[in-house]
């Protein structure tokens, strides 16, 4: 099984226009958005029943308090385990995104787009074994995947922002670079990196709109 992008090639004098963030859902841009989305909904939800069962203070408790105890601990584990599946998709997308662009325009080492991907697929691992091995149940599994979720998920994020800003302005303004600084700079708590890292993917949009996706498959003659 292959998939396969297309994307318009754009000129190095014509950056991305405003107009392409007023049709968010333009191409494949609803992976990022539905990303985001489930992200929200799912710390939002488990805080929601956490706090009206008695379980947690409100003010501003742990994320993974939030999803410790049932009936909670069910809504968290199910919900961050497809949004760490749905993280994994996003990247890969973005990873070959950035692999025919770069085809187009030579401003990168394709290494260093692995290597993104490598670490980023290692926060979404890292995401899983949160949902999956609660706090008090396997702490020590769980603070390793929490751990591994946030130290990757700020390194891929940085690689990431640092690609994006060689690829200007041939596939990105630099105002798209700029912005995204305000979001790093402002992960100084646990909940504030948690959403900073969920709403990097909004910066994905305009690089899902001009992509197409297809999934062929192949059966090899050995096994006909």
Same mark, same amino acid.
């Given at each position: 099984?292959?998939?396969?992008?297309?994307?318009?090639?754009?000129?190095?004098?014509? #950056?991305? @226009?405003?107009?392409?963030?007023?049709?968010?859902?333009?191409?494949? #841009?609803?992976?990022?958005?539905?990303?985001?989305?489930?992200?929200?909904?799912?710390?939002?939800?488990?805080?929601?029943?956490?706090?009206?069962?008695?379980?947690?203070?409100?003010?501003?408790? %742990? +994320?993974?308090?939030?999803?410790?105890?049932?009936?909670?601990?069910?809504?968290?584990?199910?919900?961050?385990?497809?949004?760490?599946?749905?993280?994994?998709?996003?990247?890969?997308?973005?990873?070959? +995104?950035?692999?025919?662009?770069?085809?187009?325009?030579?401003?990168?080492?394709?290494?260093?787009?692995?290597?993104?991907?490598?670490?980023?697929?290692?926060?979404?691992?890292?995401?899983?074994?949160?949902?999956?091995?609660?706090?008090?149940?396997?702490?020590?599994?769980?603070?390793?995947?929490?751990?591994?979720?946030?130290? @990757?998920?700020?390194?891929?994020?940085?690689?990431?922002? #640092?690609?994006? %800003?060689?690829? #200007?302005?041939?596939?990105?303004?630099?105002?798209? @670079?700029?912005? %995204?600084?305000?979001?790093?700079?402002?992960?100084? @708590?646990?909940?504030?990196?948690?959403?900073?890292?969920?709403?990097?993917?909004?910066?994905?949009?305009?690089?899902?709109?001009?992509?197409?996706?297809?999934?062929?498959?192949?059966?090899?003659?050995?096994?006909?």
């Amino acid at each position: 099984m292959s998939v396969c992008l297309s994307l318009p090639q754009r000129s190095a004098c014509c #950056a991305p @226009c405003r107009s392409d963030m007023a049709r968010p859902l333009q191409g494949t #841009a609803f992976i990022p958005s539905l990303l985001v989305v489930w992200s929200s909904t799912a710390f939002i939800l488990s805080y929601v029943i956490a706090v009206l069962s008695g379980h947690v203070n409100p003010l501003v408790p %742990y +994320i993974s308090d939030t999803g410790t105890n049932p009936p909670e601990s069910g809504v968290f584990g199910f919900m961050i385990s497809i949004t760490a599946f749905l993280g994994a998709v996003t990247m890969y997308a973005k990873y070959k +995104i950035l692999e025919k662009q770069n085809e187009v325009s030579r401003f990168m080492n394709p290494l260093s787009n692995v290597a993104s991907l490598t670490t980023g697929l290692m926060g979404c691992t890292g995401m899983g074994i949160v949902a999956t091995f609660q706090e008090l149940a396997v702490p020590i599994v769980h603070d390793v995947g929490a751990l591994m979720t946030f130290i @990757c998920g700020v390194l891929y994020i940085l690689s990431q922002s #640092a690609l994006s %800003y060689k690829s #200007a302005p041939v596939w990105n303004t630099q105002n798209m @670079c700029h912005d %995204y600084a305000v979001h790093l700079t402002s992960a100084i @708590c646990e909940w504030i990196v948690a959403f900073a890292f969920i709403c990097f993917f909004l910066t994905y949009i305009r690089d899902f709109q001009g992509v197409t996706l297809t999934v062929s498959t192949e059966i090899l003659d050995d096994f006909r």
